[in-house]
């Protein structure tokens, strides 16, 4: 599968942003989608991820509360809608596709496909 992820952009603390992953090549609903973002010098972390179904949903500490996930698998998107961004948000977002769906859904080694990152600049 092909994933696509737009929607970054420079924003000031408070507002909000949606990122969309667009996926092509494969049935989108049989995958979980994960985000995840890098900072500059720093390692890649979990942001977010949504089961196949869009049933379940986990979230990192640092962004529950403020950031939501969502797909349509009718139109093969997976979505996460950041509000309340902080300073702290700033990041290269990349979105994942997990094809098993049954490792833990925070690691990025479980996912098999990604994306080439948006870029997400929160400022103070």
């Known amino acids: 599968v092909q994933l696509q992820a737009s929607g970054g952009g420079l924003v000031q603390v408070g507002q909000s942003l949606r990122l969309s992953c667009a996926a092509s090549g494969r049935p989108f609903s049989r995958y979980r989608m994960g985000w995840f973002r890098q900072a500059p010098g720093k390692e890649r972390e979990f942001v977010a991820a949504i089961s196949s179904s869009g049933g379940r949903q986990y979230f990192a500490d640092s962004v529950k509360g403020r950031f939501t996930i969502s797909r349509d698998n009718t139109k093969n998107t997976a979505f996460l809608q950041m509000n309340s961004l902080k300073p702290e948000d700033t990041a290269v977002y990349y979105c994942?596709?997990?094809?098993?769906?049954?490792?833990?859904?925070?690691?990025?080694?479980?996912?098999?496909?990604w994306g080439q990152g948006t870029q997400v600049t929160v400022s103070s």
């Open positions: 994942a596709a997990d094809e098993d769906g049954s490792g833990w859904a925070r690691v990025s080694q479980v996912y098999d496909y």
